[in-house]
């Protein structure tokens, strides 16, 4: 199934692992990671996931 969205929950520690595993999705914002807006998520679903079982803080969710 395709992923439909992408959100970063409370606790985002800052640490970037995202931006390096998939920059076309994540950025890093003033207090937390972000999901750049306007992204087609099915082009990123691997590196997605990937960014979600790398995140120390756990917080990268996504939905299907």
Do not use: H, N
């Not at 970037?16 to 076309?24: K, Q, S």
């Not at 099915?42 to 997605?48: A, G, K, L, N, P």
């Amino acid at each position: 199934m395709a992923i439909k969205k992408v959100w970063i929950e409370e606790g985002c520690t800052l640490c970037g692992l995202c931006v390096d595993i998939a920059p076309e999705v994540f950025e890093l914002g003033d207090e937390t990671s972000m999901v750049k807006e306007g992204v087609d998520f099915s082009q990123y679903e691997d590196q997605i996931k990937e960014a979600a079982e790398s995140c120390p803080a756990e917080v990268i969710r996504y939905e299907e």
